[in-house]
């Protein structure tokens, strides 16, 4: 397990404990897991009995189904798994749960890999394993349910959904004994083997845990085990037309890889006295290494302004609300990606949220912060004007000479790690120059200090220059901005402090300045909980969430590849877009606006 994070990210920091590092601590110190052996490969107690003690101090896991693309709370999940097993000498496992025959693609599976990766771990014990798939485990699990048949611990339940559904009882109410459950054991495993050999349809019986139908807990009130499915599986094809349950096949999954500490969601506390009686069951039988997994609960991520349910995501893609999957405005790892967060940003984000045993909601602006704090020190700056107008120096021929261009340079960052000399960006200056539209005001509104007729400013990196007035057109918009340029005033000559202004502001020479194609994102939602409270998520869309705009950048932006991030100078972070962007053809995403101003 390695991990590529760059040094000297705000993740260096002391990683602040919490209840998963104080059990693992625990562990490590009382060796609860230290006689554990590994055999290379997951598997069975005989194949790991065969093994050297297991290198690796701790394994988890993280177990996504590959039935959509990974969001932020995955990455929360991933950090989580990934980041622990790093810390404590261990090795997490990347496992396909690839139980549920119907819902399964390869695209998600890639998608899923990649994800991964890019946030910055490998997975398994080296860089190129490859991840496991829980349906590789399907012999082994069919095993197990014949063990627990053969001990009496499972039986065939051949009563309707609906029988089965009344007589589990609720709350209040013990359960009833199916009329199937005293068969024997014999008669239980012949049933089971038809079922396994296709000779009952689909939905007519099931294989159910014998444990107790008055349990307090109704996950306890003999679960259904296997079922029949008649559906061809991605990785098995047709061999089975019975497939485990979701909460049979993954305490399995986790014992077959001598997962120490398997780290789920809290909406699985529950299951966890059926994981351990089940795994307690096939350890006793022989058929599993000891000491036992152990399941652990955390607070899923609840994010203001998002959704975080793959199915509701599907349904904003396949209803076209957004572009795809990596729209920029996506929650998902490749929309957020593609928006310009980076790995370092999404691991301080889930460092910073912390891991706790109760749900909460976390402010969108956190990861927000997260995003800029990691980019401001590495983005290179730029300027950019999103609403140009053209400022004409009416002087520039008579000063500086007919058709002349002044070179500028201003350095790339303005805080350099240390010993390192910023690079420079370099432009030029001539008569006519690019400028935001809000920077010019006729009739200047009390406190504003920058063009106006009489003002003086200074064009950042380049010269003083005094308004003297604009040009309109028949409605009465500003066409042109009109202003004099004050010779001997070229940043970072000497004297060129002797003019005092008030305020600099950014530009783009006409003669050097690109079009680029900017892409203003805003939050996809206008409602902070857009799923809670039984709301439509789809009438909570933020109308403005994308507005796309034809800014001029410098030419160092110009010469950007794919995934290049900036600082547009006084605009925000930006993105060139990993799929849109091209040489001669620029295109930028707004990742994250320079303070948190959302909502104010
Ligand atoms: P969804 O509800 O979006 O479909 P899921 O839980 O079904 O998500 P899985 O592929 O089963 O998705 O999830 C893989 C792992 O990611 C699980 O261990 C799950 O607990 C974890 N996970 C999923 N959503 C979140 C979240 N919002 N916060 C933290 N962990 C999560
Ligand atoms: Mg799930």
Redesign the pocket.
């Known amino acids: 397990m390695s991990l590529s994070t760059p040094t000297n990210t705000p993740q260096d920091a002391v990683k602040p404990s919490n209840f998963l590092r104080q059990i693992i601590e625990n562990d490590l110190d009382k060796g609860t897991y230290a006689s554990r052996r590994w055999a290379g490969s997951p598997g069975d107690a005989a194949h790991h009995s065969a093994g050297a003690l297991d290198p690796a101090k701790i394994r988890t896991r993280?177990?996504?189904?590959p039935n959509?693309y990974l969001?932020i709370?995955?990455a929360?999940?991933i950090c989580i798994n990934f980041g622990l097993a790093r810390d404590y000498g261990g090795i997490c496992h990347l496992r396909f749960?690839d139980t549920n025959p119907e819902k399964e693609d390869t695209e998600y599976v890639n998608s899923i890999i990649d994800a991964v990766k890019w946030l910055g771990f490998d997975w398994n014990g080296s860089a190129d394993a490859a991840p496991y798939q829980a349906s590789d485990y399907f012999d082994f699990m069919y095993r197990a349910a014949e063990y627990l048949i053969e001990a009496g611990h499972a039986y065939v339940d051949e009563q309707s959904a609906e029988e089965m559904r009344v007589n589990r009882g609720d709350f209040g109410k013990p359960g009833v004994d199916s009329p199937f459950r005293s068969r024997t054991p014999a008669e239980n495993l012949a049933r089971f083997r038809q079922m396994r050999d296709g000779q009952h349809a689909d939905g007519a019986m099931v294989l159910r845990a014998k444990i107790d139908m008055a349990s307090p807990n109704i996950n306890l009130r003999d679960p259904a085990i296997y079922r029949i499915r008649r559906a061809t599986h991605h990785n098995t094809g047709d061999q089975w037309c019975i497939y485990p349950m979701y909460t049979f096949a993954h305490p399995i999954e986790d014992a077959l890889e001598q997962i120490t500490h398997s780290i789920?969601?809290l909406e699985f506390e529950d299951q966890r006295p059926f994981y351990d009686w089940l795994l307690a069951r096939l350890i006793e039988g022989g058929l599993l290494a000891s000491p036992a997994p152990h399941q652990y609960e955390f607070a899923?991520?609840n994010l203001t302004y998002v959704v975080?349910?793959?199915?509701k995501l599907a349904q904003l893609v396949n209803e076209k609300k957004v572009s795809g999957w990596d729209d920029p405005r996506m929650p998902t790892i490749v929309g957020l990606r593609r928006r310009g967060y980076t790995p370092e940003a999404m691991q301080l984000f889930a460092e910073r949220i912390g891991v706790t045993k109760s749900d909460s909601w976390i402010d969108y602006s956190t990861l927000e912060g997260c995003l800029r704090e990691t980019l401001e020190l590495k983005a290179h700056r730029g300027m950019a004007v999103l609403n140009p107008v053209k400022l004409v120096l009416t002087n520039w021929d008579e000063v500086m000479g007919v058709g002349h261009l002044e070179p500028c340079s201003l350095p790339a960052l303005p805080h350099p790690p240390e010993g390192m000399e910023s690079p420079l960006r370099h432009f030029s200056i001539g008569k006519e120059v690019w400028i935001e539209h809000e920077d010019f005001a006729q009739v200047p509104p009390k406190g504003y200090k920058r063009l106006f007729p009489g003002n003086k400013v200074r064009l950042k990196g380049g010269y003083v220059i005094e308004c003297t007035g604009c040009n309109q057109d028949a409605d009465g918009n500003v066409t042109e901005v009109l202003a004099t340029v004050v010779p001997d005033t070229k940043s970072g000559t000497p004297g060129a402090d002797s003019v005092k202004v008030k305020a600099a502001i950014t530009w783009v020479g006409v003669q050097d300045g690109v079009a680029a194609e900017v892409r203003m994102y805003d939050r996809l939602f206008s409602d902070p909980q857009p799923d809670a409270g039984g709301k439509d998520f789809l009438q909570c869309l933020n109308p403005d969430s994308l507005k796309v705009v034809t800014a001029i950048v410098e030419p160092s932006l110009a010469h950007a590849q794919a995934d290049d991030k900036f600082q547009f100078e006084r605009h925000g972070y930006f993105v060139a877009d990993r799929t849109d962007h091209a040489a001669g053809k620029p295109v930028f995403n707004l990742a994250v606006g320079l303070k948190d101003s959302w909502g104010k």
Do not use: A, I, N, V
Request: aromatic share 6%; charged share 30%.
């Open positions: 993280f177990p996504p189904e959509g969001h709370g995955h929360k999940s749960d789920c969601t899923r991520l975080t349910s793959k199915r």
